[in-house]
């Protein structure tokens, strides 16, 4: 049958089905009309789970047609995709992510540069007042990492997941990366000032980037001067206090903290180096202003693969399926997706377009193939489905100042800093 405009006024036969573990019910075939969109969808199946079980809350509803989001009418979608609205049509539903609410902020004195959400105990944040933070929970700072003297602009988490003690790294626009050790389960009233027990220096420009090796014997680093730098994390073999409380002297607290050069560099990039990851042992992607995207073998320094792009880059991250995905943004609203495990092209397998400014940051979410956020100038962020080229919400928490970094939290919260000195938190986001 040939699709035409009057599908939207014909009425279609579904069958509506889901994986999720909480809804075993089995409904018949429905007929509804053509023209519902996701909300008239997501009545009708709430209709059919209240008949089974009087006691179901409503809740809202996703659906998915041959594996792809429905963003519009049924009949809209019908036509769009080709499929006959002759056939009983089989919709699967999904629980729709939403977020559930938005915290108190954590308030810095500048712009809110970097966060990492990686370790469930806190939130790792940088600001352009050159300080790190750690947050345990909204409004609660428990330590200011002071040293850097120019804004920190990237942060990360080294330790392993539920470690007492953690270790992060921060970079700066004073040219230098510094490594920080503290105890995540020291009680206090008032944050505690902690100094650095390695200070890296080598870079001939700002550092923009930092990232941690898994296993966390390693940092590798991205700079203005176009370079990557890896570096050891090892700790002094002697006993380091790095508390500046108990220091009474600002200097014998500087007397107490190693230096430590690069253990090599990777060459290659002819502008900023924007952005760095380390997903495995020994591979390294990095985003440039020189519009690609590079992988590298960090243990020969070789590049092994150079994507092209576009634009200067600002952001990337690796995730989605088999946590090979590559996602990318920079000087213009798209955020750009590619699998670098197809040889020999180049082009995008997926493209991102409702922000309205320069993309800053990007997120994979650590368990779902689907599903990345990122952040804009625009002051927006948006969480996305690869299933769908339209955003599953905008969260709008910053107010129109730009958004400068973005990351999940324990799984089901968003964290993002702003140029409104705003680290913001949306909970219960849940993706599953």
């Not at 990492?116 to 909204?138: E, H, M, Q």
């Not at 941690?212 to 700790?235: K, P, Y």
Request: charged letters at 25%; one cysteine or more; a negative charge.
């Amino acid at each position: 049958m040939e699709i035409d405009e009057g599908t939207e006024d014909r009425q279609v036969q579904v069958r509506f089905v889901t994986k999720l573990q909480d809804i075993p019910f089995k409904f018949p075939n429905t007929t509804i009309p053509a023209s519902y969109s996701r909300l008239d969808l997501s009545k009708v199946v709430n209709a059919l789970i209240q008949s089974e079980n009087p006691e179901w809350e409503s809740e809202p509803f996703d659906f998915l047609i041959n594996g792809v989001l429905v963003r519009m009418s049924l009949g809209q979608f019908l036509l769009a995709k080709g499929i006959s609205a002759e056939k009983t049509l089989e919709i699967e539903y999904i629980r729709a992510v939403v977020p559930r609410r938005e915290e108190e902020p954590c308030v810095h004195d500048d712009w809110v540069s970097a966060a990492d959400g990686s370790n469930p105990g806190f939130i790792l944040t940088g600001c352009y007042d050159g300080l790190g933070r750690v947050w345990k929970a909204s409004g609660t700072c428990t330590h200011i990492l002071q040293g850097h003297s120019e804004p920190v602009t990237s942060v990360s988490v080294i330790s392993a997941e539920g470690a007492e003690s953690c270790r992060v790294a921060t970079a700066s626009k004073d040219r230098t990366l510094r490594l920080w050790k503290f105890d995540t389960e020291e009680a206090t009233n008032n944050p505690l000032r902690t100094i650095a027990y390695k200070i890296l220096r080598g870079h001939g420009a700002a550092v923009q980037s930092v990232a941690a090796q898994a296993s966390g014997d390693m940092v590798c680093s991205g700079s203005w001067d176009s370079t990557i730098n890896l570096w050891l994390t090892d700790e002094p073999d002697i006993e380091v206090d790095v508390s500046i409380k108990k220091r009474k002297k600002s200097d014998q607290a500087k007397e107490s903290q190693l230096e430590a050069e690069a253990v090599s560099s990777l060459v290659g990039h002819t502008q900023c180096v924007s952005s760095v990851k380390w997903p495995q042992r020994n591979i390294i992607y990095s985003a440039s202003w020189d519009h690609s995207i590079r992988k590298w073998d960090a243990d020969t320094g070789k590049c092994e693969l150079d994507i092209p792009c576009s634009k200067a880059l600002n952001c990337l991250d690796i995730g989605g399926e088999g946590s090979a995905l590559v996602a990318a943004g920079g000087s213009d609203p798209i955020l750009r997706i590619w699998d670098p495990r197809k040889p020999g092209t180049s082009a995008p397998i997926g493209q991102f377009s409702s922000h309205t400014s320069w993309i800053t940051a990007c997120k994979w979410h650590e368990s779902s193939w689907f599903h990345i956020l990122s952040a804009s100038y625009d002051g927006k962020v948006m969480l996305w489905d690869m299933r769908s080229t339209w955003p599953l919400f905008s969260i709008d928490s910053h107010k129109d100042s730009k958004v400068l970094c973005v990351d999940w939290w324990k799984g089901d919260s968003v964290v993002s800093g702003g140029a409104d000195t705003k680290l913001c938190i949306s909970s219960g986001v849940s993706v599953r």
